[in-house]
């Protein structure tokens, strides 16, 4: 349906508006109009008048000199003088929009809109069941993303006064809370957890009642918080960009240097160890979903430079006690001939939680690790790490069996913000090829061992039909010619190569077009195509 989605992509976009249809804001209200009227509008005369739709029967009765019924009210304005360049008969417009619509984040609401500035009310969505607020600019903020009602409290006052009498001569039917609901029977808003749990306005959570995970927005939406609902005891380390559970990947030496050692390219999701965030391309929660997806392009760890042929995908759902993380890799970079041992992902867990557990050979295996990384080997594709009475955190990530792990002390604090810590990271060794794209599904359970083994044996068995372990997928240069040779003529033109341009890296594939065409005919041969350089 409309608001279905495809790797956590809507179908349809009315960027730069913001949201769309049966939303109150921009892009779901906010449509052109064109008008021709023979003799008395100009053509390309423009106009910035607000016309609701209720304007247009008043309107039209106008335009062809009909008397208006008696005995008939209007709700709208006629908007013949605005039609004609003279000034716009009104100085505002109200949308009420009082239902509850099955799609993602809508509320009753009501806007107004008086010259450049928008106010809207949600009704009774405040912390203690009160109006909340969100006012915007729609001359320098077209995109509703930057909410200043906060900053300007007597203009929210005048506006939410007009609303308020707008509603009240309507005699329109306004939500109101339900005296008689238990607000313990839902979970807690974003807003309520981050004042509970002390944390930033960057924090975003999931939470069934049964298990709480969340992801700093900051810091390349990396998964920070773990815990059970019921409890605010976090089991993840977040002290600085490298350490989530995130995706991280590394190539051949680049001559970067980290910590006054030489590294090697290495893009993290979370930025760099300077402390630079990676750019978030794209972040949704969706509530009535129960999902967080994001889209990050992200950082060299010891440069700090941005990766733009790299592009890190996260979605993140709850399923009774399991947290499911689809994790997707995309480069389009130059080839790295040099395979290397990969984290998938990389997880970092609060230092308290000491002894790492893992089934090998059918065997149960305990360690403490130490500093700096130990290896082994899991056949049974899991890991935790529990304190001395078996509870903690399992990792799960199907078809990985090989591992590596250490224990940081750091200065000995511990902690979700702690030096120290406890570290884990199923491995596959594979190289980072132009056009690859990897996938991968990783599991996160709390509890103790014995329940995290049942519960993965549980997510093992579901798999079994539909297998669906990490792998690296390349796409096929015969199937790109094909679907992407418009004029079917059997060559690529730059513009055919990089199809839609939407969500695209265009720098890198010109290079890599630049790269392929040989013989700079400004076209791609299938021969062509498979030159990998």
């Not at 906010?30 to 023979?38: D, G, K, N």
């Not at 009909?66 to 100085?91: C, H, M």
């Not at 993840?236 to 050692?261: A, C, P, T, V």
């Not at 341009?501 to 890599?512: D, H, Y």
């Amino acid at each position: 349906n409309l608001y279905s989605r495809i790797d956590g992509l809507p179908p349809t976009s009315n960027a730069p508006l913001r949201g769309g249809k049966a939303t109150i804001y921009e892009g779901g209200t906010r449509v052109p109009c064109a008008v021709v009227w023979p003799g008395r509008t100009k053509a390309g005369q423009t106009t910035a008048a607000l016309i609701s739709s209720t304007d247009w029967y008043p309107t039209l009765l106008e335009m062809l000199q009909i008397e208006n019924p008696t005995g008939v009210q209007f709700d709208g304005i006629s908007q013949v003088p605005a039609l004609l360049g003279k000034t716009a008969p009104r100085d505002s417009v109200v949308c009420f929009v009082p239902n509850y619509f099955p799609r993602p984040d809508t509320i009753p609401a009501t806007y107004i809109r008086r010259g450049p500035w928008k106010l809207i009310r949600f009704h009774a969505d405040g912390d203690q069941g009160d109006d909340r607020f969100e006012l915007y600019n729609l001359d320098t903020d077209i995109g509703e993303s930057k909410n200043v009602a906060t900053a300007n409290p007597d203009l929210v006052r005048q506006l939410n006064d007009a609303i308020s009498t707008y509603l009240r001569n309507t005699e329109a039917l306004v939500p109101v809370p339900n005296p008689n609901f238990d607000m313990d029977t839902i979970s807690r808003s974003d807003k309520q957890l981050r004042a509970e749990l002390h944390m930033s306005d960057d924090w975003y959570f999931l939470d069934n009642g049964l298990i709480r995970i969340g992801v700093d927005r900051s810091r390349g939406a990396g998964i920070g918080y773990l815990s059970p609902s019921t409890t605010h005891g976090n089991v993840l380390n977040h002290f600085d960009e490298g350490r989530f559970i995130q995706q991280s990947y590394y190539g051949k030496k680049d001559g970067s240097m980290w910590n006054g050692k030489p590294w090697n390219y290495n893009p993290v999701q979370g930025g760099s160890w300077k402390g630079d965030s990676s750019q978030i391309l794209e972040f949704h929660k969706h509530n009535l979903e129960q999902t967080i997806f994001s889209r990050v392009q992200p950082q060299h760890w010891a440069t700090g430079a941005t990766c733009p042929e790299a592009v890190m995908q996260q979605t993140i759902s709850l399923d009774g006690e399991v947290a499911r993380v689809q994790f997707q890799w995309t480069y389009s970079g130059e080839n790295q001939m040099l395979a290397r041992q990969q984290e998938l992902p990389a997880v970092f867990v609060d230092a308290a939680l000491e002894n790492l557990v893992y089934r090998d050979q059918g065997k149960l295996e305990r360690r403490v690790p130490q500093w700096p990384n130990e290896y082994g080997t899991a056949s049974g594709q899991w890991f935790a790490y529990v304190d001395k009475s078996d509870w903690g955190i399992g990792v799960f990530t199907p078809g990985t069996t090989s591992f590596t792990c250490y224990r940081a002390k750091g200065n000995g604090k511990q902690g979700p913000q702690g030096s120290a810590c406890s570290y884990v990271a199923p491995l596959r060794t594979f190289s980072l090829s132009t056009g690859q794209v990897v996938r991968y599904d990783v599991y996160l359970t709390l509890g103790k061992l014995a329940d995290i083994e049942k519960r993965f044996n549980a997510v093992q068995q579901q798999r079994k039909i539909a297998d669906n372990s990490a792998a690296v997928i390349r796409r096929s240069p015969t199937a790109i010619l094909r679907r992407r040779d418009t004029n079917e003529d059997g060559f690529l033109t730059l513009k055919e190569y990089i199809g839609d341009p939407t969500n695209r890296n265009i720098p890198a594939l010109t290079k890599m077009f630049t790269q392929r065409d040989a013989n700079n005919d400004g076209r791609l041969t299938i021969k062509e195509m498979n030159n990998q350089k």
